[in-house]
């Protein structure tokens, strides 16, 4: 049983293209977030959402739109793909939202803009 | 803003040795927690450090969490292969509501 699980898995695309990646958790979480890794493995946190309401909104383009559609899910559409958006895209979930929540990555989709 | 730096950047171990990495926060932590990436795979928790100068060990790892909060170390004795990967610390600032701020990671390399 996969606890967190993140679709695709690989995604290679051309700029300018619009993408979607989707993740899903089955440990009855309320909070989820997506974080970017860059080649460099720095971890940035871009956005969370508790039991479909966004909490956490970092400085991110706005080409990037999180959707929420029930709180075991939360998706990432991308548009207009630059260069500068090839990274490791990784989807979190954590009991809640407090601080003291560990929090379960998903496997990660390796997103490469051509 | 809060900002989690973690040193070593890389770490080269022969197998065997022992070696420290360490995480400073530029602001006072609720907790700090660590995770470890094996290469090619995803962030997993490790061990999450509440109290001030609190120690906690897992088998050949020891962590510790500084008595002003602000800083924590990640000790791991005679290194196995097995404990290649990138080492994470994150920290909760005080009023973060959830914002975990990860430091750049220590890259471990072990060499039989």
């Known amino acids: 049983d996969t606890a967190v699980s993140q679709t695709p898995k690989y995604l290679v695309t051309q700029m300018g293209n619009d993408k979607s990646i989707k993740c899903e958790q089955n440990?009855?979480?309320?909070?989820m977030y997506w974080y970017k890794q860059d080649s460099k493995k720095f971890l940035k946190i871009m956005f969370s959402?508790?039991?479909?309401?966004?909490?956490i909104n970092e400085t991110v383009p706005n080409r990037f739109s999180p959707k929420s559609p029930d709180k075991a899910h939360l998706n990432l559409h991308i548009n207009s793909l630059e260069l500068g958006d090839s990274a490791v895209y990784f989807c979190a979930s954590s009991q809640a939202r407090g601080s003291h929540n560990e929090q379960f990555f998903g496997p990660g989709t390796r997103l490469t803009v051509l | 803003g809060q900002q989690v730096m973690q040193i070593p950047q890389y770490q080269h171990v022969q197998e065997g040795e022992d070696f420290t990495t360490y995480c400073n926060s530029s602001?006072?932590?609720?907790?700090i927690q660590w995770y470890k990436q094996r290469p090619g795979g995803h962030p997993v928790f490790l061990i999450q450090l509440v109290k001030s100068g609190e120690v906690k060990k897992q088998k050949r790892l020891t962590f510790q969490f500084g008595e002003a909060k602000k800083n924590s170390s990640l000790h791991i004795t005679a290194t196995q292969t097995t404990d290649v990967g990138t080492y994470f610390c994150?920290?909760?600032?005080?009023?973060?509501?959830?914002?975990?701020?990860f430091g750049a990671g220590t890259q471990v390399v072990v060499t039989p």
């Open positions: 440990l009855g979480h309320d909070t």
């Open positions: 959402y508790n039991n479909k309401e966004l909490i």
């Open positions: 602001t006072t932590l609720s907790n």
């Open positions: 994150a920290g909760h600032a005080t009023d973060s509501w959830g914002k975990l701020q």
